[in-house]
């Protein structure tokens, strides 16, 4: 796995703070404190890209710490945000396996996947990526 480290912005929020990523506009986050936008920016990163991946689409290059603002954000005052860099682990070339499951566990493994709108893959790989920490 390679580690790639994103710069986002954390906001001030009306019940603790906001998150969001200049190099990929729509991703968002929250957190009540800032430990806890912070940690959660990184998840939300992580399942972010990891669907990108899954979905054949292209993983933008992070932006340096200094980068100019996208025009997007160019007209935004952000003079009450703090900018972090937040670290993802991308994943490396996806392998098929076979694995033997109880017939009603995978029933509700694809039932909880669609309710999550991703692939029954993209929510074993995600259990086992939390299982593991």
Request: net charge negative.
């Amino acid at each position: 796995m390679a580690t790639r480290h994103y710069v986002a912005f954390i906001e001030p929020a009306q019940d603790g703070h906001g998150v969001f990523f200049p190099d990929l506009p729509g991703l968002t986050s929250a957190g009540k404190t800032l430990d806890d936008a912070v940690r959660n920016a990184a998840e939300a990163l992580a399942g972010h890209l990891g669907l990108m991946i899954e979905e054949g689409g292209a993983i933008p290059d992070p932006s340096p710490m200094d980068a100019p603002l996208p025009d997007w954000l160019a007209d935004e005052d952000l003079s009450d945000c703090v900018r972090v860099l937040v670290p993802v682990d991308l994943p490396s070339k996806a392998v098929q396996v076979s694995v033997l499951l109880e017939e009603g566990l995978l029933a509700r493994i694809d039932n909880a996947a669609t309710a999550r709108g991703v692939s029954r893959s993209a929510f074993l790989a995600d259990a086992a990526r939390r299982a593991m920490g």
